[in-house]
């Protein structure tokens, strides 16, 4: 099975390849392919009217004009994280017209039928919808990539991800769209086919990363062992990466940090959470690993040698005297270059693991105080770092 993975221009390359490797992370034979180059276009003919979005509009999906339900008042008296100014206007899209550029990129690579073609886009919906399959193909959807942390406080690749995940396998757990539609949970029941026009309730079926017995069995036949196995295992490598980024698993023994042979950080006891870092930042924090007794950012000067090497090491971006120009800057303690990149680390552990346990692991130390990452190095297992 393959899945392609399309976005616009609005998405941002970042969260584009994460959820990529979000997804890639579970090896077996369903396939990702990400194209982060072919960008799907949005013209002013392609918007409807720009919407009004009150607080409560805006927290609800639309229902489907031909199927008939209520939806009952959301019990849940959990936080919801605000970031949004109400009465809210923005563009918006009709459905027709997304799955419209998934059917154009499907012909125009000779993608087949049975392939998925899933486009992530910043542009809203005229449904209010975090995601949906195309009723007359349903190998085509899209999913809304903004929004997320109004209801959610973690990493939108996350729930991006899961998104993926839910699509493929509405996708096969219905002998087609009517059933699909009639067949979800209007009422929330932590299962994947959970509808959340309460648009809140996601966040139940985001922490249960399960399938319910009544929709397994619905998958029976449609999907191989194989295929079911690691769908589920991508679910739920994404069940724990949101609860610990939400601090919802703070109480638990430290993990190990491991440098691979590519010079990527991973904390495997979480999940196998990776911590991304940008080349510079990578390279002070590998520096500081490699001195448990601190050092002060004013010394880092005396440093550069080990620095360079240590950067060198990770990035090929530049020529030589480009690459220790960099270097010298983050050295230069009149720069505040050093100091903004440790922030970021920070806020790159804090980001993926909560303020707790990541204090465990970045770069600490107050103003003119030496700096240091204060876990105990006998207790993890630190790969070759140079």
């Given amino acids: 099975m393959k899945i392609h993975l399309i976005k616009d221009g609005d998405v941002s390359i970042e969260t584009f390849t994460e ?3 979000l997804l890639s992370a579970i090896t077996g034979p ?14 002013e003919d392609d918007y409807i009217e720009n919407i009004i979005l009150n607080q409560d509009k805006f927290e609800k999906g639309i ?13 849940s008296s959990e936080k919801v994280y605000r970031k949004f100014t109400f009465p809210l206007t923005r563009k918006a899209s009709k459905w027709v017209t997304l799955f419209a550029k998934c059917n154009n990129y499907r012909l125009g690579r000779g993608i087949n039928d049975d392939e998925f073609v899933i486009l992530l886009t910043e542009i809203s919906n005229d449904k209010n919808w975090f995601a949906s399959l195309d009723e007359k193909m349903p190998t085509n959807g899209f999913i809304h990539t903004s929004d997320w942390n109004h209801f959610i406080k973690c990493n939108d690749a996350f729930p991006i991800a899961y998104e993926v995940i839910a699509l493929l396998l509405q996708k096969h757990m219905f002998n087609d769209y009517d059933e699909l539609r009639t067949s979800v949970h209007i009422d929330p029941i932590g299962c994947v086919n ?14 249960t990363g399960d399938i319910c017995a009544d929709c397994m069995n619905k998958l029976k036949g449609k999907l191989s062992f194989a295929e079911i196995h690691q769908a589920l295992n991508i679910m739920e490598s994404l069940r724990v990466k949101m609860l610990f980024s939400q601090n919802f698993k703070q109480n638990v023994p430290l993990s190990k940090l491991v440098i691979d042979e590519r010079k990527r950080i991973f904390l495997p006891d979480f999940g196998n959470i990776e911590i991304k870092l940008r080349p510079l930042e ?8 490699n001195h448990p007794e601190g050092i ?5 000067r005396g440093k550069r040698e080990e620095l360079y090497e240590i950067y060198t090491s990770l990035s090929s971006i530049g020529n030589l005297q480009e690459m220790k120009n960099r270097i010298d800057d983050m050295a230069n303690i009149t720069s505040n270059s050093a100091a903004e990149k440790i922030s970021k680390i920070k806020a790159a552990f804090v980001k993926a693991i909560g303020e707790d346990l990541a204090k465990n692991y970045y770069i600490q130390g107050g103003n003119g105080e030496g700096k240091k990452i204060s876990l105990d190095r006998s207790n993890f297992i630190i790969s070759q770092i140079v």
């Fill in 19 to 21: 959820v990529f490797d």
């Fill in 30 to 43: 369903i396939k990702f392919f990400c194209d982060n180059v072919n960008l799907v276009d949005f013209s």
């Fill in 63 to 75: 229902k489907n004009n031909n199927i008939s339900y209520s939806i009952s008042e959301s019990s």
């Fill in 194 to 207: 959970d509808l959340c026009l309460e648009k809140k309730d996601i966040k139940l079926k985001l922490r």
């Fill in 282 to 289: 990578k390279t002070l924090y590998l520096f500081y690993l």
């Fill in 296 to 300: 002060g950012l004013s010394f880092l």
